[in-house]
């Protein structure tokens, strides 16, 4: 019973190629996150939607475009990837007012 | 939001409290301390938050000082499973209910056997 799933966990690609990771939480929470933990191990935030709409975009640039087709999905679509995009993306979730993020497992982009 | 500082690592032996220190000296008035864990190459995951109290759950307690300009995170029987990078977020709310955390380096807690 995954609380937060993210698909792929591991996704490589070369540069200029645009791919996707989808995220789907069965919380039933109303507020989702995308965030990006670089080689240095840094987490920041990227986004955030509650209830389908963008809350926080965090100055990514436009390559980079979120969609929540609906409140219990946020999917990530990146276009012409490029060699500084390779990261481990987290998406995570939270109930509305809540203070507990949930996240999940990653996905280690790789772009070549 | 608030700065926070931790120390890079610590190390605990396994069954041992691990007290896990963070400084947060320009913390307002309306800013929660919140801390996470992140176990290798895993998600993030919470462990604990409190605003001025302190607060106890099943994975730890929180000790808040009466300033609120430092807190201690407190794993009273640590295992190896808690070998972990923890990270001590201060954060205020957002509009829309989004809580935008921002994770600094945080403290590598390596148990020891």
């Known amino acids: 019973d995954t609380a937060v799933s993210q698909t792929p966990k591991y996704l490589v690609t070369q540069m200029g190629n645009d791919k996707s990771i989808k995220c789907e939480q069965n919380l039933g929470h109303d507020t989702m996150y995308w965030y990006k933990q670089d080689s240095k191990k840094f987490l920041k935030i990227m986004f955030s939607?509650?209830?389908?709409?963008?809350?926080i975009n965090e100055t990514v640039p436009n390559r980079f475009s979120p969609k929540s087709p609906d409140k219990a999905h946020l999917n990530l679509h990146i276009n012409s990837l490029e060699l500084g995009d390779s990261a481990v993306y987290f998406c995570?979730?939270?109930?509305?007012?809540?203070?507990?993020?949930?996240f999940g497992p990653g996905t280690r982009l790789t772009v070549t | 939001d608030a700065k926070t500082t931790q120390p890079t690592s610590m190390d605990c032996a396994e069954g041992r409290a691990a007290n896990l220190p963070c400084n947060h000296s320009t913390i307002s008035g309306n800013e929660y301390v919140y801390w996470y864990r992140q176990i290798h190459s895993q998600g993030p995951q919470y462990i604990i938050h409190g605003l001025k109290n302190n607060e106890t759950n099943e994975m730890a307690s929180l000790i808040i000082t009466e300033d609120r300009k430092s807190s201690t995170l407190i794993l009273p029987h640590a295992t190896l499973r808690d070998t972990a990078v923890y990270y001590c977020?201060?954060?205020?709310?957002?509009?829309?209910?989004?809580?935008?955390?921002?994770f600094g380096k945080g403290t590598k807690l390596t148990v020891n056997p």
């Open positions: 995570a979730s939270s109930r509305p007012r809540g203070r507990e993020q949930y």
């Open positions: 977020i201060v954060r205020a709310s957002m509009r829309g209910g989004s809580e935008k955390l921002v």
């Open positions: 939607y509650n209830n389908k709409e963008l809350i």
